[in-house]
């Protein structure tokens, strides 16, 4: 079993940055693949970025240039760093690990773009 516990929401202007943590524990792979999704109110659950454990990404186009994922697998942890964020990207954010993704999930945190 995994756990998966998420932090880094929070209200932020536009234009502003956040960044997301994601720290796995439980019966972790080194080589999981690591990503984070987003469901935003009304709206299906989509991808957001996702990250292999050799490093390879793979982003929404709706977030290319303006949000960076990355992991450190010492510390089980995923991040998503995102700047330039528009009242568009306010959305409850997942992080998710497995050998295919999405696998398991966390909770989630709120990230609310709002001037």
């Not at 796995?24 to 990250?51: D, N």
Request: one cysteine or more; a positive charge.
């Amino acid at each position: 079993q995994v756990q998966l516990v998420e932090s880094g929401g929070g209200l932020v202007q536009p234009g502003g940055s956040l960044r997301l943590s994601c720290k796995a524990s439980g019966s972790i792979s080194s080589i999981y693949a690591m990503g984070w999704y987003r469901q935003a109110p009304g709206k299906q659950r989509e991808l957001v970025a996702t990250i292999r454990a050799l490093g390879s990404t793979n982003y929404a186009d709706s977030v290319k240039g303006r949000f960076t994922i990355s992991r450190d697998n010492a510390k089980n942890t995923v991040y998503l760093q995102m700047n330039s964020l528009k009242p568009e990207d306010t959305a409850v954010y997942y992080c998710t690990v497995g050998f295919q993704l999405p696998g398991y999930w966390g909770q989630g945190t709120q990230v609310t773009v709002s001037s």
